[in-house]
């Protein structure tokens, strides 16, 4: 039993990595893998030449078989999806967040959403994971040159919302800072002059509390909102902190986390801006772990 747990928990980390990236849930990656882990206990174990592999195919199969049955749930959400964040400070041991910092911003999550399940998974195994294309076409029962074409259109979706610019650590903060400063006073035009053209803005109540229920763009439309915002909770903090393996932005208002804030930056300008406001995808967030 305990060589059993031990050789589990010494995958656990990508194993979590691999099931909250194609969940965006950090409560059912951990159901996930709790499923995972009493397949193992009852396997055959001595039979099993690639422990990880083995697991790696169970808990990618496990979430495609939740993405499938969510199907109807995530269609009928109330307003844009968005994955639960994790604080950097709220992984429980250094090979968890040590796995969670590659390709697990926020922005990165929301365009993988827009994948289906197999091609999420195939896409994650191959650039993320970097398994090589016969064993991801084993673990998804796929044919080679089937998973190659689901890769390949997988990869020119997702290279389509990222980023062209890399932004330095000291520039995003740099940048955030200024795009805090104006939200606090609902300064528009502050706002807007630090947005790109065709910046988005999405925000996810899940129809529990006040969030646009359609994705916004334009610079003109988001400044508008902050300006409404700082207008309607006067006296909202923003502060900076870690989420997902990037700096973004909490709103503290009245002593109680209002919204987790993620960023997508090009160069010098944001390109996107994701809220969580839902409050069940924030039940592990709250005011005192605002420190970096």
Known sequence: MDALATA??????????????????RADAEDVLQDAWLRWHGADTATIEN????????????CLDRLRASKQDRENYVGPWLPEPILNDTLPSPELQLEMQNEVSVAFLAVLERLGPEKRAAFLLKEVFDYDYPEIAEMLGKAEP?????????????????PKFTVAVEARERLLEKFMAAATTGDRAAVMALLSEDVEYMS???????????????????GRLYYSIARS????????????????AVNIFQGKVHSVISFRIDGDRITGIYTMRNPDKLAGVSADQLDR
């Open 8 to 25: 589990f928990q010494s995958h656990r980390p990508r194993l979590f990595g691999v099931a909250y990236r194609m969940l965006g849930s």
């Open 51 to 62: 422990r990880e592999a083995w697991l790696v195919t169970v808990v990618t199969r496990l």
């Open 146 to 162: 089937a998973l190659r074409q689901m890769v390949h259109r997988a990869r020119e979706e997702v290279r389509a919302g990222r």
């Open 204 to 222: 996810d109540g899940g129809g529990k509390v006040y969030a646009a229920l359609k994705v916004l763009h334009g610079p003109d439309r988001i």
């Open 233 to 248: 909770w006067p006296g909202i903090q923003y502060r900076l902190i870690r989420i997902n393996g990037e700096l973004g």
